[in-house]
């Protein structure tokens, strides 16, 4: 069976490659991660929201993937790149590998792609508008023209507010430490409020290692809200697209700073 893809950016540059996610096209701006390790904690970051990945690092998926190592409960990149998918998952925690959590998580990726010469690109022009397109079916034509116009297609991520597509739709308490497996710290003595700007699971495990005990609230949570539930102090995430158009945040935290609370 064909497992063809490719990877458009919108200057005209072509990548073929092999497809080790699912079937179809998905467009984004691409970017490139230096990381060594830790690649399920990077699709999983929800500040990849709407961005392709292309990991630097040309072995991939060595340690397969687990439930454990995520930053949230999905994957939130549009698609990863990567140069060779390791042909062996071997890890005690392993459960599944990096192929078949792709696939579980309706992800498109592309392997057998020339990061070096991909991240130069984008290391001399920036970031760029991309396209993935894959098919499992050998008899399926993968249209080099149509994927580059459906990069240019893509809007860009300037004046776009991500942060209250992956933000939590309702407060949630939090107060699992980094412990492995996780445990509840119930002898935290300081309560934080965290603003869910696309904030990563271990953000939230490390400030309750720090004896914090945290309400985490969605992006749109009003100072009102926020001061009702009387914290010690008040925690602004990490999140995904354009801050300047999150005009909400930026209001509660200027009314914020007026206030008597870190």
């Given at each position: ?134 098919c499992q079916n050998e ?83 009003s100072v009102a809200e ?37």
């Open positions: 069976m064909s497992t063809q893809a490719i990877l458009a950016l919108a200057d005209g540059t072509l990548f073929s490659g092999q497809s080790i996610g699912i079937s179809g096209v998905a467009i984004g701006e691409i970017i490139f991660n230096t990381s060594m390790t830790g690649y399920q904690e990077i699709i999983t970051d929800p500040s990849y929201a709407q961005q392709f990945i292309t990991f630097t690092y040309p072995h991939i998926g060595n340690v397969g993937t687990n439930s454990l190592d995520i930053e949230s409960e999905r994957v939130w990149a549009a698609g990863v790149v990567i140069n060779e998918l390791s042909p062996v998952a071997s890890n005690w925690r392993s459960t599944k590998t990096l192929s078949d959590y792709f696939i579980q998580q309706n992800v498109i990726a592309i392997a057998g792609v020339d990061t070096r010469a991909l991240t130069h690109i984008l290391r001399n022009k920036g970031a760029q508008n991309a396209c993935i397109m894959a008899n399926e034509h993968l249209d080099k023209n149509k994927a580059i116009q459906h990069a240019k297609s893509f809007p860009g991520l300037n004046g776009k507010d991500l942060a209250i597509e992956v933000s939590t739709k309702q407060k949630y308490q939090w107060e699992k430490s980094i412990e492995y497996p996780a445990k509840t710290n119930s002898k935290l003595k300081y309560h934080v409020v965290v603003y869910d700007f696309g904030v990563k699971q271990n953000i939230l495990r490390l400030l309750v290692e720090r004896g914090c005990r945290l309400t985490v609230v969605p992006a749109t949570t926020v001061l009702a539930l009387n914290p010690n102090g008040v925690f602004l995430s990490n999140g995904p697209g354009d801050p300047a158009a999150c005009i909400y945040a930026i209001k509660n935290i200027q009314e914020l700073l007026e206030k008597d609370i870190p």
